[in-house]
Nanobody, 126 residues
């Protein structure tokens, strides 16, 4: 079992930045990727970005088109923590943001992630 805890959400104005954190209780051999998803009211949960979690200092990341060039994933292996830096936020970025772990390489589907955090709310006003 792996527990994930997100933090860093809040209410900001368009153009502002936020950094979300996700702390994992432990890493396992199947913790290949850490992904970020978001879910707005009345919408399905959608992929935001992901970063490889295993291995040494080299890592890979991948982003959805809607956030590419504005959002960046990073990690601190020593603290079992991944981050989502969100810049130039837009009202359409408003959602609950979730982190999740996967045993697959940078997947985008929610079904390929096994453990999920409880989510953190991000609200962006015009």
């Amino acid at each position: 079992q792996v527990q994930l805890v997100e933090s860093g959400g809040g209410s900001v104005q368009a153009g502002d930045s936020l950094r979300l954190s996700c702390v994992a209780s432990r890493r396992t051999s199947s913790s290949v990727t850490m992904g970020w998803f978001r879910q707005a009211p009345g919408k399905e949960r959608e992929f935001v970005g992901a970063i490889t979690w295993s291995g040494g200092s080299t890592y890979y990341s991948y982003y959805s088109d809607s956030v590419k060039s504005r959002f960046t994933c990073s990690r601190d292996n020593a603290k079992n923590t991944v981050f989502l830096q969100m810049n130039r936020l837009k009202p359409e970025d408003t959602a609950v943001y979730y982190c999740a772990t996967s045993s697959f390489w940078l997947p985008k589907s929610t079904g390929e992630y096994g453990y999920w955090g409880q989510g953190t709310q991000v609200t962006v006003s015009p």
